[in-house]
């Protein structure tokens, strides 16, 4: 998947619809494409829009929340992605969610930061998807319905704190070198500065040890945050170099 994320707020209250138009905007990979107050107005615009995300109100003035998680799934085309974003508490509501497939299910009110931790597991989850193969192994099956990986699954050792620091460090450095690009004159004018980064100048950048930021680096290319190339210099080993995906 390329671009950002389509997103559709189905919220009948306007106050608060605008709230969580601005959380998911705030977003760099989703981008909020329509919003319904009422059930009808969401299959309405499900099927005129066609986004890859619902937010999804469970209170809904016409038609129940859960009525309408039920109709997105027997729309014709691939599935929507749904988050369930309700003040109901009840176990029965969210068990009913959850056999409709929704991906997460935030109880409100919720934070920005909360709906930014879903917003990362969706993104995930979709990468996922569109990397996998058309027929899969049994590993690759129980990857797909195990879910993205979030902070709080972190490899032993890690934290979700300085993963973050190393994935802005990173981003900070292939920016810097990207704005350096073409910079100088003669021949080196029309050069293109690399915008990449090595272990050693994100750990420089963070202030920890290369190993350390070489385990975070391996772990966000591995959470498709991150891509790695080896690069070979004039000794003819291997440096491995880093760049956000």
Known sequence: MTGQARTLVVEDDPVVATVHRGFVESHPRFVVVGEARTGADALRLVSALRPDLVLLDLHLPDIGGLDVLQRLRMLPGPPVDVVATTAVRELDSVRQAMAGGVLAYLVKPFTSAALRERLDEVWQRREDVRRAQDTLDQDEVDQLLAGPRSADRLPKGLSGRSRDLVRAALARLCAGAADGAGAGTGAAA???????????????????????????LEHLVTEGYAQVAPRYGATGRPENRYRPA
Do not use: I, K, L
Request: net charge positive.
């Open 190 to 216: 029309g050069a293109t500065a690399p915008r990449d980064a090595s272990a050693a100048e994100v750990a420089e950048a963070v202030g920890m040890s290369r190993v350390s930021a070489r385990r975070y």
